[in-house]
């Protein structure tokens, strides 16, 4: 066990914060201040157990006989011929594809009923990558860590496979004898005992299709629950408005803004466009000389808090008191609730955010988070109309859901008709309410006295097992649907891919148990866009009639030769099978392309000519969208007795040892939906770095309070973190770990929902544990009344990033405030200048890179939110696998880019997190070159340091001398080889590397050299733009740029020209390709003199 | 005390130090003979197909292009094979009844693809592009040898890595006017001063890059 002199010393640590030179006082982790014994060796080893240790179940004498044969073997295998492959064109070549062309389609994923806009990259048929789709309003081309991790999900081989009733293999006639039984019943009675249960509704044609069940049985009812509802926010409007709304911000119009515990830069809808339209005005270059100003209030610290200029640790019970003070002091009439609790110590914190937002009325913003009170979301309203943001920053358009409700209160009312017998027949879509239903409702015993339950999922999970009838879901990149994105547009999804595993879309199956029973989605679709787009000669439409019944493979699926490529290079049309090459004419559910000119595709979309439904329907499909169907902005007024409405709400400040509690979803896996994906599971969450894992998330003050503690074990690489016991509300979660995070208000623990699945597959499994299990209905998200103790125990398995690769406290981050950066005349800030020592101090010789390309890359860390969504998306474009918490805890992660985050300040109470991005540097005089015995790692003539995999032997040597540490080592056969599934969804342009070899970030290689080819094929130089890396595609508030250094007017050479620019570690005269822009904040000085 | 070893000892040692360093050199030869024959690389051997398909006859006795059944050599990295419907569109009308043309005809029928048998297979590592070759102007037969005369198709060349630098390294040795790219008998290589002169003014002409990039790692491996 841990001695007591390792424990982190706070007071020690209080002191070496303040008395730090180095690295600008920035920290990685509270290990690190620590600066223990243990520590300083933890880093001095780069791969912490490898090196020294054999603690493999195989023995070391084994392992070495083994060796030896295997060696010997190679040696003979090395002999054998390569097994001769076949070629399978087409039988009938469809015109658009092209071998070795990917094809992109527009597609879209929703999470929580909002779209983001994709366009899905197709090899030969087999979806492989995604990107964001650039004109759909809700991704601008970028996505989130969700969309990009979505495409392991159609390959996971966990899927549900088979139509299951009771755990026995049924076919679908099966199932439909048995609907068509139930249904008839409910026909009878008015549809009385039939109930439906969704997660929250926004497609056009689903939510027709439900209302065209209830106008046939007006007694069926439709409920709808997800964990992370927006149920506080639709409250909250009622009580600001009496009617349901959709907020949306315009951060590009805004100044000052004010976060009440919204994480907007990172998550909820339209986050993507948010974090643009946000960072955009923090660009102090281009001309433009002034920032907007973020102010946060919130609880845990999240990318938005640490991105803030100023942030506010505020316990939940605290938040409505300082959110009243606020409200008060921008003249809002509170009525009965008065200024509650008030802003307590932070009044004059308050008080200067308010004059600072009052100098910016109409130009600023006042940002709830979905998880707040009602009350809050209610202020919120009322402090925005106060400013005047109203119709400028803050608009209102009715509701996306297609029926609104508090999902809450919709899923108490079903458990109470199951619980009184009246649901017969409970036909549950997606969602898995067994798992993530408020322990308090007690779902799952309710849910065995319905007589008939069917389970559509994509996964047999813990609802699944507890329903008569288990459907396989089609993953949305195998079936057609259609979804709204944030601000309303109609999004439609279509599909890649025929259903791997012969599974069936919500539509089709809500289809059974309407009057158009056996209707194919495309079908449902269609007819539906067809009723709304006709608006004039809807030639194309096709007859729809109640009742008809198309159970022939439907005309779409012959019409491939209708398509044709578009104008922007990316055409769209069906799914062929799989099979890469083979020429499976089943093009399920094909369809649709636009026309063959550009200008035909630009004039349909106008309303003046005679409306073709075909044309439309086809740019609608071609687009992702429906165009100017966003919701448009409406007036609504306060209702005239809304302060008289809100009574204080906030939960009782806690008592003696209390603890307030919060929950939230997770940063990786949401609210569980995502378990079993291991992209998300490995993606160390943001600010913690934890991987694989959830963990009880407290201030260092309460940690310490309790005993708590994090350390780093005796063997010099693991993590050890303390075990407690939390007991909420009569619920216990018993010896869970705990995790240390500074921001954390004092006396509030925070935990994440999504782990502790029990059928989630193999990779989610009994990873963490199940907050769910103490979640109740009254208080989801918030609450006081938790107890803490602890157990004395150490949890060993804890998985966390946030030590690996370390720069040994190097200076690493440059941040400045805005008003110096401006104040200091360009040559004191030219701090790449400053220690970088010529190209004469190097012992190699000079090459000339002019007269090439120069591929360069600039990430600016001002912009730099931390999202991950690079990580994820460097991991799908190039084929990484991934390892696992055993390999993660020994620093074996394979990630070629990652995000560290640096705090300063005070341990419990940082002022700022900066987040940095670290590929390879593509270093000019990259130290990992001459140390290779191999010549596996070289140059090429554009300054790329490129890895040759088959010259690697693993030596590490590289990897040693890797100032940066970004280069990866396959320590074990990380990627499965096996599994059919995976091999669909790699990129065939990345080499797919196996155990023994070395790699890491190639600058997507494979792009630059289609760029390249194709640009020569055409006698043109490659233009600025032209090669986006997966990262900075996938970048929402576009920090990373890539470009031709040499092009003097390249995006990339412009930034570099920058004073903001600088090279990691540059002092090393490494000539980082890469390269760095400082962060800028914009802090009020009232309160940054005052802090 | 007599001699243990006999005078002549010496040359033994002698001879088998020397013997040692050539049996080794010899060792290192033949292998890499080995590993550059025809037995290792494939090259000269016929392959079975499940059609008897003849380049000689097609290609050379009837004349069609090229670019007629690989459609996408000028566009793709894949040069790209001839679907079922491509043999079709003649042999629906001609050899219809050939009993040579069987599979096909079953193909058409099923709409069960053609298992063609590969021929030139490079390793998944190197990612080559037709495109890019053709449009430079490399010719199909500098590769692919004289398909035209080949009944059934075989590889012309050893495809490893020092024959692909041969032309990396040196383009205008083999580099033709991009007019006679689709040329089967055109020069195999450019030998003479002046056709080297020639080679020289394309690679200038198209833009080919030198072969200093032309052999980076980073040009065929990703």
Known sequence: ?1091 | MPQIFHHSTNFLARLSIFGAVFILVAAVWVLAEINRSSWNTGQWTERQQPVQFSHKHHSGDDGIDCRYCHTSVETSSSAGMPSTQTCMNCHSQIWADSPYLEPVRESWRSGKPIEWTRVHDLPDYSYFNHSIHVNKGVGCSTCHGQVDEMPLMYQASSLQMEWCLECHREPERFVRPRSEVFNMAWRKENKTAAQIAEGKKLVADNHIRGPLALTSCSTCHR
């Open chain 1, 1 to 1091: 066990m841990p001695s007591q002199d390792r424990h982190i010393n706070f007071a020690l640590m209080r002191d070496r914060i303040l008395g730090r030179e180095k690295g600008n006082g920035y920290w990685r982790s509270l290990e690190e201040v620590a600066d223990t014994e243990e520590f300083r060796e933890f880093v001095s080893r780069e791969f912490p157990q490898a090196a020294e240790e054999w603690d493999d179940p195989i023995e070391r004498r084994t392992f070495l006989k083994l060796m030896g044969a295997s060696l010997a073997l190679a040696g003979l295998s090395g002999c054998s011929y390569q097994p001769p492959e076949k070629i399978v064109p087409y039988v009938r070549q469809p015109e658009e594809i092209v071998p070795g062309k990917a094809l992109f389609y527009a597609t879209a994923m929703q999470l929580g009923g909002v779209a983001t806009g994709l366009l899905a990259k197709s090899n030969e048929g087999r979806p492989t990558k995604l990107e964001g789709n650039p004109e759909h309003p809700s991704s601008l081309g970028t996505t989130d860590v969700f969309a990009q991790a979505s495409i392991l999900d159609l390959y996971d081989p966990d899927r549900s496979q088979t139509l299951l009733f009771r755990e026995e293999i049924r076919p679908w006639s099966g199932f439909l004898d048995d609907a068509k039984k139930a249904l008839d019943s409910a026909r009878a009675r008015q549809g009385a005992g039939l109930r439906f249960l969704t997660e929250t509704v926004t497609s056009p044609t689903l939510a027709a299709q439900l209302k065209a069940i209830f106008t046939e049985m007006p007694q069926a009812r439709l409920h709808q629950y997800e964990p992370a509802g927006r149920g506080n926010a639709h409250a909250g409007a009622m009580l600001a408005f009496g009617q349901a709304v959709n907020t949306l911000y315009r951060f590009d119009q805004a100044d000052r803004i004010f976060s009440i515990d919204s994480d907007f830069l990172s998550c909820g809808p339209g986050s993507l466009v948010y974090a643009r339209d946000f960072m955009n005005r923090r660009r102090v270059e281009d001309g433009q000389h002034d920032m907007n100003r973020l102010y946060v209030v919130e609880t845990t610290l999240t990318n938005t808090g640490a991105k803030a200029d100023h942030r506010l640790p505020l316990r939940p019970s605290e938040m409505e008191g300082f959110v009243r003070a606020v409200a008060g002091a921008l003249g809002v009439q509170l009525g009965a609730g008065g200024q509650g609790s008030g802003a307590g110590p932070y009044g004059w914190w308050a008080q200067v955010m308010v004059r600072d937002l009052q100098q910016s009325r109409g130009r600023s913003i006042i940002i709830p988070g979905d998880e707040q009170s009602p009350v809050i979301h209610a202020l919120a309203h009322a402090m925005n109309a106060a400013l005047g943001n109203v119709g400028k920053t803050v608009l209102y358009t009715d509701p996306i859901e297609a029926f609104p409700e508090d999902q809450t209160q919709s899923l108490r009312t079903l458990v109470a008709d199951m619980n009184a017998g009246q649901v017969e027949t409970l036909v549950i879509l997606g969602g898995n309410p067994v798992y993530n239903a408020p322990a308090d409702l007690g779902f799952g015993k309710s849910l065995e006295k319905v007589a008939l339950r069917v389970h559509l999922s994509l996964y047999k999970d813990e609802t699944s097992e507890l329903c008569h009838w288990h459907i396989p879901e089609a993953h949305y990149l195998e079936s057609w649907g259609d979804t709204r994105g944030h601000d309303g547009t109609a999004t439609i999804i279509q599909p890649l891919i025929a259903p791997l595993y012969g599974g069936r879309s919500a539509h089709e199956l809500l289809a059974v148990f309407s009057t158009q029973q056996n209707r194919s989605g495309y079908d449902l679709l269609r007819d539906y866009w067809s009723g709304q787009m006709k608006s004039g000669g809807a030639s194309g439409a096709r007859a729809q009639s109640a009742g008809q019944q198309s159970t022939a493979p439907t005309a779409q699926g012959a019409t491939p030769g209708a398509t044709t490529a578009t104008t922007a290079g990316h055409s769209a049309t069906g799914a062929t099978e799989s099979g890469g090459q083979s020429s499976n004419t089943s093009t399920t559910g094909a369809a649709t392309a636009p026309e063959t000119t550009p200008t035909t595709g630009a004039s349909t979309a106008s309303a003046a000519a005679p409306a073709d439904f075909e044309k439309l329907w086809r740019k609608a499909v071609h687009d992702g969208f429906v165009p100017n169907t966003a919701l448009p902005a409406k007036t609504v007024a306060l209702r005239t007795d809304w302060a008289n409405q809100t009574a204080p709400t906030a939960a009782p400040p806690p008592q003696g040892d209390e603890l307030e509690i919060v929950f939230r979803t997770d940063p990786c896996v949401y609210d569980g939906r995502f378990a079993n994906n291991g992209w998300l599971q490995e993606l160390p969450k943001p600010l913690t770095k934890i991987t694989w894992d959830n963990a009880l998330m407290l201030s260092p003050t309460t940690a310490n309070r309790f005993g708590l503690k994090n350390d780093i074990g005796v063997k010099g690489g693991d993590v050890l973190v303390s075990r407690a016991n939390l007991t909420y509300q009569g619920r216990t979660l018993s010896a869970v770990p705990v995790w240390i995070l500074p921001g954390q208000p004092d006396g509030v623990v925070t935990v994440h929902l999504g782990y502790g699945r029990r059928l989630a597959g193999r990779v989610g499994n009994g990873r963490g544990f199940n907050a769910y299990s103490i979640r109740t209905s009254d208080a989801p998200w918030a609450n006081t009344g938790a107890h803490i103790s602890n157990t004395g125990q150490y949890y060993d398995a804890l998985a966390t990033t946030q030590l690996h690769f370390g720069m040994e406290n190097r200076e690493v981050v440059r941040a400045h405030t805005l008003a110096d950066y401006l104040k200091e005349s360009g040559e004191a800030h030219a701090p790449d200048e400053e220690h970088k020592p010529g190209q004469e101090h190097s012992f190699y010789p000079e090459y000339d890179y002019k007269q090439d390309a120069a591929w360069g890359m600039t990430i600016d860390t001002t912009s730099c939110v931390g999202c991950n969504a690079c990580v994820v998306a460097c991991q799908s474009e190039n084929n990484i696998p991934v390892v696992g918490p055993e390999q993660v805890k020994r620093s074996r992660e394979m990630h070629w880019i990652r995000v560290d985050t640096y705090f300063k300040g005070d341990h419990d109470h940082p002022e700022a997190a900066e987040f940095m991005p670290v590929p390879c540097m593509h270093c000019e005089n990259a130290p990992c070159e001459p140390v290779c015995p191999v010549h596996a790692t070289v140059h090429d003539t554009e300054g790329l340091n490129v890895m040759v995999y088959n010259r690697c032997v693993g030596t590490r040597y590289c990897s040693n001398n890797c100032p940066y540490k970004v280069r990866r080592f396959n320590f074990l056969l990380y990627q499965d080889f096996n599994t059919p599934t995976y091999q669909l969804m790699r990129n065939p342009e990345v080499s797919v590397r196996s155990r023994g070899v070395m790699e890491k970030c190639t600058y997507c290689i494979q792009r630059i050299q289609v760029a390249k080819i194709e640009s020569e094929k055409e006698g043109r130089p490659i233009g600025d733009g032209e090669v986006v890396t997966a990262c900075q595609a996938v970048c929402p508030t576009q920090a990373i740029v890539f470009g031709n250094a040499n092009d003097q007017k390249s995006r990339v050479a412009q930034l570099k020209r920058s004073r903001r620019n600088y090279g990691l570690l540059a002092d090393l005269n490494t000539q980082p390709r890469t390269t760095y822009l400082s962060s800028l904040r914009n802090p009020n000085p009232e309160i940054s003199g005052k802090a």
